[in-house]
């Protein structure tokens, strides 16, 4: 079972490369909705989020407020590493276990992790392949501002709270272009598929 990282910076396109290697059956474990997942109601991670920020993070409903807590953790490295520090070794354990439920399901598939933060949370270390999606700063920028609603100066704070570029290219297999056409972006993803799973395996 191959266990490949898809990973890159927000608005980086990294899910469309994931979303095309499902099409080609490979099985997709979402780094965001195990996140989401995880601090559903009930779920112990929302009650420790809960105790380090404070009711006010809370939306009416029980639910996290996203954004509330986004306000809180973003402009502070500090409260963001408090964050992480909750968030990620959970991330990790049920990750793993969802690895382990696709490779019992069928020992011959490709796993694919789409995960935004592996430079800042995992690194190298078990994966069989590690693919970045990549794009200028500038051209993610805009792609917040145009698909997300978000402001120019938002999107540049979220860009300079993740590793950089070259971070990221450092832990790289696989570099995938993502700055031009979604056509050239699903090429380079359909290649990426020939060299994973070669025709006839």
């Given at each position: ?7 890159g910076?927000?608005a980086?396109g ?5 979303r095309?290697l ?7 474990v ?10 559903q109601?009930?779920e ?7 105790e380090?920020?404070g ?6 409903d ?6 509330a807590?986004g ?8 409260r ?6 909750i968030?990620h070794p959970a ?5 793993a276990?969802r690895?382990?439920a696709a490779?019992?399901?069928d ?6 992790y789409?995960?935004?933060l ?9 994966w069989d392949?590690v693919?970045?999606?990549?794009a200028?700063?500038?051209t993610?920028?805009?792609r917040m501002v145009?698909?997300r ?10 860009i ?5 570029d070259?971070?990221?290219r ?6 995938v272009d993502?700055?031009g056409t979604?056509?050239e972006?699903?090429?380079q ?6 060299r ?6």
């Amino acid at each position: 079972m191959p266990l490949i990282a898809v990973t890159g910076g927000i608005a980086s396109g990294k899910s469309t490369i994931s979303r095309r290697l499902a099409e080609h059956g490979a099985v997709v474990v979402d780094a965001d909705r195990v996140v989401r997942d995880l601090q559903q109601p009930g779920e112990p991670v929302l009650a420790a989020i809960v105790e380090a920020f404070g009711d006010d993070v809370l939306a009416e409903d029980g639910s996290l407020d996203r954004a509330a807590l986004g306000a809180l953790v973003f402009s502070d490295p500090d409260r963001l590493a408090a964050l992480n520090a909750i968030v990620h070794p959970a991330v990790r354990a049920e990750t793993a276990r969802r690895f382990r439920a696709a490779l019992d399901a069928d020992p011959d598939a490709v796993v694919v992790y789409d995960v935004p933060l592996l430079a800042e949370a995992r690194g190298t270390g078990e994966w069989d392949h590690v693919v970045v999606a990549h794009a200028p700063a500038e051209t993610r920028v805009a792609r917040m501002v145009s698909e997300r609603g978000m402001s120019a100066e938002d999107a540049r704070a979220r860009i300079a709270n993740q590793a950089s570029d070259d971070e990221r290219r450092a832990l790289a297999d696989t570099v995938v272009d993502t700055s031009g056409t979604i056509d050239e972006t699903l090429a380079q993803a359909d290649a990426l598929w020939r060299r994973l799973r070669p025709a006839g395996s």
